[in-house]
């Protein structure tokens, strides 16, 4: 009755896991192709009645350069992280100030996440391997395949719904609490795969 049990058991979660680890595939796999991207980077975050947006045209190019062009909340800042080059987060604040950069370490909290996340784990292949590490279940959106994750985060539930593109890489990730509320928005628009970008780019402002 046991092996009956434990079978039966195999058989009904054996779908969905198959499921969760072709989609993993499939998304690392897209991954594996890309070498650079830019697009059109925002987040949106409600707490406590207010809405906070962060806006910005992100480059990223293997391995781990990024470069940050501010739109919002302030216009004209720039961000570079190039490992080649430095260990530190280069920052110029004002952009009519060009010689006026601050160099920071990667885990300084003004050039890292409220969750510890660093600059050069800001890419879409972390944020694959994020997904794939606490994978739950998968939906049909249309065209598009939504991972639904539940999770306990500091003694609070978390939901989480994450949109995967029909190239296999994320579009958009909502993040709410219990109750349904939406506490953070993330997205990623005009998404462009493999751009020509210009050797300098990761090195000037």
Known sequence: MRKLSLLLFSVLISPIACEGRDICQKMRAAWEKVESYQCAYQATTYREGKVTKTRMRYTFQKPDKVRMDIEEPRKGAALLYNPKNSIKVKVRPFPKMPFFVLNYDLTDKRVSSDSGGTVEQSDLGNRIEKICQSYKET?????????????LENGKRLKRKIWIGENFLPRKIEIADESGKTQEEFEWLDLNINPKLSSELFIKF
Do not use: A, F, R
Not at 139 to 151: K, R
């Open 139 to 151: 939906e049909s959106n249309g065209g598009e395949m939504l991972i639904v994750q539940n999770d």
